[in-house]
């Protein structure tokens, strides 16, 4: 099999050295690259050549590119690179790779027009004083020759055994057997449709219930695909620690011992870092230090390894001396599956999706618990900058920042001074707003190129924050809002935060949809398919499947309490009603259940009734600051054997991802439908999502809402061998378009508490 690679590639494979160095230095943008390039070029003599295309071979390996620019009266071949500040902060390694690539060309150069020898530069061009500054070298074809020689092998010798690794793991694909003797109720429904969309190069949107065994009939199939579709990579992405936990336990079930698949878990990098107080680069943390001088030894052993868990990475990687997290980095161009947070494929600068496009994968997505990818998609395209936080930092700001600073200042003091309201929504983010910040961030990155080390840590926040900020704003659209919304700080003073608030992240997730050969996105709560189709801006012809349910009506007794409201202005008449109601489920069935309310306030009433009417029962609770250790402990509490109610928070950390089956938990109660709090700036996305799809009020409110509820209730129902109840409670859980939304499977029971509640008069909508 023949091999083809770039020449920078081939260079950042086989030149890298020296430490790893992540210090900050603000690099020129793409298009004063471009321009830097251009302004050398134009430098030159009539005769120069650039963008000079060449290509050789070497042992079956095909090596192509295209040099910067090459004077055939000075028989010069030049490499040229932008930079800013200082040439002498350009790190020894960049350096390296630099010389590495234009000899390569040189090389190449000389094969094809019969040179013996030829004259190396390395330019390099000061996008702020546009000047350059030449490294000249000659070199003789040989010498040319035998480095040319040497960094091939290099690459040569690794892609056999990639070509090697590649065809063994697709052997070992196309015999994966499933791991159990046949599947679950439902389960071949949704592998059969995830093989179709992966084979075809399709989208999937499926909706299973939870415990159906999702995790393992979404990554069978797309496993037993890869070696006929020839696909490169799958990337499982997840919203939460718990669905990176559920994919490692399936490939381990699925994969054998000896099974040539390497999986990969990449987590965040301060999960990873071993020396937190510590800055990245050589002169600070161990682990940098001659980090790409080690990085070949413990690459390759952690390649035989192949399963690359985050303790397996760490262990690696401290044997040989390197930082996990960038290990982990490099080890995401050699997995076959990487098992990671959303975030690395679908935000601005994500890593997955970049090697996917540099490298032209064919790379197939698994999305988990695929509802949250509308709220983080939203969060990875917003921006804020916040005024308090602004005017601490000018006060410790270098004064050579003086005036750009105060300019932004008197425009957003001019902006807060304006504003009639506490929340104000804009057409568009000011213009002389704008361009003020623009040029701060210019400012700070001239002081940053210039001055790399002692900035403080706000000022390097507010430079970031203010980047994205402007970098949001050129894209704005009707997907994003700008609102500015002003808080009192006492003393007659206050402040404001402004911020391109993403509303339809569609705009930006569909295109990286697009780049892949396939996605499936699944979950329990994807109903109504057409809000997740608008908001996450998947194709017209993605697929939506509804997988028959493995459990029974029997299974989960449904209520829903008619005659009782849990809207705001109703509660404190709620509270004795639904203390007589759980008090009274317990006494009928002692047990484990959850309950779940709209807030902490609405929590905190309840739970201090029931402890005054019934206490007798064991009661534990969701707290607002809750550790690792101490979100186990409240998991902890519902074990075989035991009773009592855990009180939570629809939408928190216990609404989903919670996995208590059997006697572990046999009922919840829901007392509220979840809807999202009615205020400014839920509403001003109401009129958005009303312009745009016609239907605000569901976008906004109940399909979330209900997405909540669900989420919860299927905490109950594990496995096909577990009962219990649900409790619905809140009249509007009776109407038609709300019990339209609801599960398939479930039958619900209307219920009308004997007690003397609150029935609400009739509302106009939910």
């Not at 900050?24 to 009539?46: D, L, N």
């Not at 599947?183 to 969309?197: C, T």
């Not at 040539?260 to 965040?268: D, K, S």
Request: hydrophobic share 40%; aromatic share 10%.
């Amino acid at each position: 099999m023949s091999l083809r690679i770039a020449v920078r590639e081939l260079c950042e494979f086989t030149a890298k050295e020296g430490d790893l160095d992540l210090r900050f230095t603000p690099s020129p943008t793409a298009q004063e690259g471009i321009a830097g390039h251009a302004t050398v070029v134009a430098r030159r003599g009539p005769d120069y050549v650039s963008e000079l295309p060449l290509i050789g071979e070497f042992e079956g390996l095909t090596v192509s590119g295209r040099a910067d620019g090459f004077d055939p009266e000075f028989r010069l071949l030049e490499e040229i690179k932008t930079h800013r500040g200082d040439v002498s902060r350009i790190p020894a390694n960049h350096r390296l790779l630099h010389w590495a690539q234009v000899k390569v060309y040189g090389w190449l150069l000389c094969q094809e027009l019969g040179f013996e020898e030829l004259d190396l530069a390395v330019v390099y061009f000061n996008v702020m004083t546009q000047q350059e500054t030449v490294f000249r070298e000659r070199h003789s074809a040989a010498s040319l020759g035998e480095f040319f020689a040497l960094h091939c092998r290099r690459y040569i010798d690794w892609a056999r055994q990639e070509q090697a690794h590649q065809q063994a793991r697709n052997q070992a694909l196309e015999n994966l057997t499933f791991p159990y003797g046949e599947f679950r109720h439902g389960q071949r429904q949704l592998a059969e449709a995830v093989y179709r969309a992966a084979r075809d190069g399709h989208y999937l949107l499926a909706q299973a219930t939870t415990g159906i065994g999702k995790t393992l009939g979404t990554l069978f199939p797309q496993l037993k695909a890869m070696p006929g579709q020839q696909l490169d990579r799958l990337f499982f992405l997840s919203a939460k620690t718990p669905g990176r936990r559920l994919a490692l336990d399936a490939l381990q079930r699925l994969r054998q011992p000896d099974t040539p698949l390497r999986v990969l878990e990449h987590v965040a990098r301060d999960k990873a870092c071993e020396h937190p107080s510590k800055a990245c680069h050589g002169d600070s943390c161990p682990l940098a230090k001659g980090f790409y001088d080690r990085l070949p030894t413990a690459r390759s052993a952690a390649l035989k390894e192949r399963w690359l868990d985050q303790q397996a990475v760490r262990n690696i990687a401290i044997a040989h001396g390197v930082c996990p997290y960038y290990l982990s980095q490099e080890l995401c161009r050699w997995s076959d599956v990487v098992v990671c947070d959303y975030n690395y494929y679908f935000d601005l600068g994500a890593l997955l999706h970049s090697l996917t496009q540099i490298n032209q994968w064919r790379a197939c997505l698994l999305v988990d618990e695929a509802h949250n990818l509308v709220e983080r998609g939203r969060g990875m395209y917003s921006a804020e900058l916040d005024q308090a936080r602004f005017k601490a930092m000018c006060r410790d700001a270098p004064k050579r920042l003086k005036s750009v600073l105060e300019r932004v200042d008197r425009h957003w003091d001019q902006l807060h001074r304006e504003q009639q309201v506490p929340y104000q929504v804009y057409p568009l983010a000011p213009d002389l707003l704008l361009a003020a910040l623009g040029k701060a961030v210019s400012a700070i990155t001239d002081l940053l190129t210039d001055q790399p080390e002692g900035n403080g840590g706000e000022l390097l926040s507010f430079y970031l924050d203010a980047m994205l900020f402007c970098r949001l704003a050129e894209s704005f659209g009707p997907h994003s809002l700008f609102d500015i919304s002003r808080v009192e700080a006492g003393n007659g003073r206050s402040y404001s935060t402004l911020c391109i608030r993403n509303i339809l992240p569609a705009p930006f997730l569909g295109p990286r949809f697009e780049d892949a050969h396939s996605a499936t996105l699944f979950s329990a709560t994807l109903s109504p398919s057409h809000y997740y189709l608008d908001l996450l801006g998947l194709p017209e012809e993605t697929q939506c499947l509804d997988v028959a349910s493995p459990f029974s009506a029997e299974q989960l007794h449904v209520q829903v309490v008619r005659n009782l409201s849990t809207r705001y202005q109703h509660r404190d008449a709620s509270l004795a009603p639904i203390c007589q109601l759980m008090a009274r489920q317990y006494a009928e069935r002692p047990g484990n259940y959850l309950a779940f309310f709209s807030s902490y306030q609405y929590l905190e009433q309840v739970l201090q009734q029931l402890r005054h009417d019934h206490p007798q029962i064991p009661l534990w609770t969701q707290s607002r600051q809750m550790d690792e250790a101490a979100r186990q402990g409240f998991i902890e509490r519902f074990q075989v054997g035991g009773r009592g109610i855990g009180f939570a928070v629809l939408g928190g950390v216990f609404g989903e991802g919670v996995d208590l089956p059997g006697e572990r938990l046999i009922g919840a109660f829901v007392a509220t439908l979840g809807l999202a709090q009615l205020n400014p700036i839920n509403e001003e996305i109401r009129q958005r999502m009303d312009a745009l799809f016609g239907n605000g009020y569901d976008y906004t409110y109940l399909y979330p809402g209900l997405q909540k509820v669900v989420q919860a209730a299927g905490r109950v129902i594990r496995t096909p061998e577990d009962e219990g109840v649900l409790y619905l409670i809140d009249d509007r859980f009776a109407r038609p378009e709300v019990r339209r939304l609801l599960p398939t499977w479930w039958q619900v029971e209307l219920l009308r508490l004997p007690l003397q509640v609150l029935t609400p008069e009739p509302q106009p909508d939910l």
